[in-house]
């Protein structure tokens, strides 16, 4: 199998699985327990911590373990509006491609409490202006939730200009930076943010497990009630063995990032100009701006739920963001808000690998690409229409 | 558990009466992009006996899959019998779709549903004086 669906979830490294394996075995005490075998897995837990905070640049304190990047969007934004609330502060900024986790939180806020959203546009580069942010800032916003990349079309926001403007206005700034963390160089010090999402299975840790910086002096709610785990923040007995192995998948990611970003990004920019090679198709996000690992296109005339399928029969695992395959009738949110009509939407393709893609492996993708693309127009009425002149291309 | 049932793969892969009639006697296109699938049948209809039928899909595995089973329902079929083509038929004929694939089934019986008519309305302005 061609593994080129990183996006959605990475093969952990071995040192991780060597990690999660040695913690669960020898070290299941309780954390929270006083004798000396629960003691020894606190120390775990508080080594864990160090390390992510070191690859950060963070402190040890600043750093809260969660059970995944949906589980710290939800709790950065319903803290933040909780807060907000009780001093009148009901509106949000956002942007119109953040991950549902956001999206979702939010529609709940609105619904249930009468907050007010604004979702700043991400144009057709799919990349927020910093002036647009500023500009949908009031004197009753309590927070402004904007990702550091983009979990389907890779595009990397300019989060340090963002959180300098919401530090000048006193805002509270919060960054999904689920798709970065372990894949860009982010360092909390020079960051002005003042939350930051991470999830360990995007970075080649373990699923269910996840961290969220919390820079020091800012206030976070608790969104699961019950111990004292996480200095009250987080109740539930830490996922220990978990939380180890994120912290070893973190440090070695940190360790490779600049060569398996390289390499990573020069496979990318492979398989873009292979996939270029297709008439009427088109890279979605901007060029250069993007993860190293990210590969998005739109393709006129096919469906994408076909073309992942037929790409399956073949042995390449990838992803699309067509409504059939999110069991929606709308395709991607992400699509649609960077311009992408729902015609073109639906043949979408997100390739997301990671540095142990070969080239023969690249080439193989886009020669199965370039033939499944040819096979599916071969029987779409669209694509009839469209080289009949009947409908006009778009791409 | 796979997302579609081995017959669904096997007329997504090997979809059956692929292609256009050039001198169709009916045509009957439905769904509309935006949606994400559109469906296009034509018909061979000579005797009131379906003798030839070809599709055209632009859609998810389930339409591609659809299309190619109804086509395989109704043809050498009487267009009397082709009228009670439903998408119960089509879905169970393909060993079932999942919930939000059954709309797939419905397009196909629309699009068969929708050559007749075309041919109808055709033939009965032949038949016209």
């Not at chain 1, 619904?111 to 144009?123: A, N, W």
């Not at chain 1, 709610?221 to 978990?242: F, M, S, Y």
């Not at chain 1, 990004?265 to 090679?277: F, H, T, V």
């Amino acid at each position: 199998m061609i593994y080129a669906d990183n996006a959605a979830t990475t093969r952990m490294s071995e040192a991780a699985i060597r990690t999660l394996v040695s913690v669960a075995k020898e070290n299941y005490g309780n954390p929270s327990s006083l004798y000396s075998f629960g003691q020894r897995a606190k120390e775990i837990l508080e080594d864990a911590r160090s390390a992510v905070a070191e690859v950060l640049g963070a402190q040890p304190r600043e750093i809260l373990f969660t059970g995944g990047g949906s589980e710290g969007d939800n709790q950065v934004i319903r803290s933040a509006a909780e807060l907000g609330r009780r001093k009148g502060k009901k509106h949000i900024v956002s942007s119109a491609f953040e991950h549902h986790a956001v999206l979702h939180a939010l529609e709940r806020l609105k619904k249930e409490q009468g907050f007010e959203v604004t979702l700043v546009d991400v144009h057709e580069d799919g990349l927020v202006r910093p002036e647009e942010v500023a500009a949908a800032i009031r004197e009753d916003t309590c927070l402004v939730t904007i990702m550091t990349a983009n979990n389907e079309i890779g595009t990397i926001q300019p989060i340090r200009e963002i959180g300098e403007i919401c530090r000048s206005r006193g805002v509270l700034f919060h960054t999904d930076a689920v798709q970065a963390v372990g894949h860009l160089p982010l360092h909390t010090p020079d960051l002005p943010v003042d939350f930051l999402t991470a999830s360990a299975h995007k970075f080649h840790g373990p699923k269910g497990v996840g961290f969220v910086f919390v820079r020091k002096g800012v206030q976070i709610l608790p969104l699961i009630d019950g111990g004292a785990q996480e200095r009250n923040k987080r109740a539930g007995t830490e996922n220990v063995a978990g939380i180890a192995a994120m912290a070893t998948a973190l440090r070695e990611a940190a360790d490779h990032l600049e060569e398996r970003g390289a390499q990573t990004a020069k496979m990318r920019d492979k398989l873009i100009r292979g996939l270029r090679e297709i008439p009427h198709g088109a890279l979605n996000g901007d060029e250069t701006r993007r993860l190293p690992g990210n590969v998005n296109f739109c393709f006129e005339g096919i469906e994408g739920e076909s073309l992942l399928l037929l790409l399956d029969d073949r042995g390449i695992a990838a992803s699309s963001g067509s409504a059939c395959t999110s069991g929606s009738l709308d395709p991607s949110h992400v699509l649609l808000a960077i311009g992408r009509v729902h015609d073109v939407a639906h043949g979408s393709l997100r390739l997301s690998i990671d540095e142990t893609l070969t080239d023969d492996e690249a080439d193989t993708i886009i020669q199965s690409v370039k033939e499944v693309v040819a096979y599916l127009r071969g029987f779409s009425p669209v694509w009839r229409d469209l080289e009949s002149g009947k409908i006009p291309h778009i791409l | 558990m796979a997302l579609y049932s081995e017959k669904v793969m096997d007329h997504f892969r090997n979809p059956r009466n692929v292609g256009v009639i050039e001198d169709a006697s009916g045509i009957g296109e439905v769904g509309n992009a935006k949606c994400g699938d559109i469906m296009k049948m034509y018909l061979k209809i000579e005797d009131d006996i379906i003798q030839d039928v070809k599709f055209e899909t632009f859609g998810c595995g389930s339409a591609i899959a659809s299309s190619s089973m109804a086509t395989e329902l109704i043809k050498g079929q009487p267009v009397s019998e082709a009228m009670k083509l439903t998408n119960q038929a089509v879905a169970e004929a393909l060993d079932g779709l999942p919930d939000y694939k059954m709309h797939c089934s419905v397009l196909a019986e629309e699009a068969i549903r929708s050559a007749l008519e075309d041919w109808r309305k055709k033939t009965q302005a032949d038949s016209l004086p």
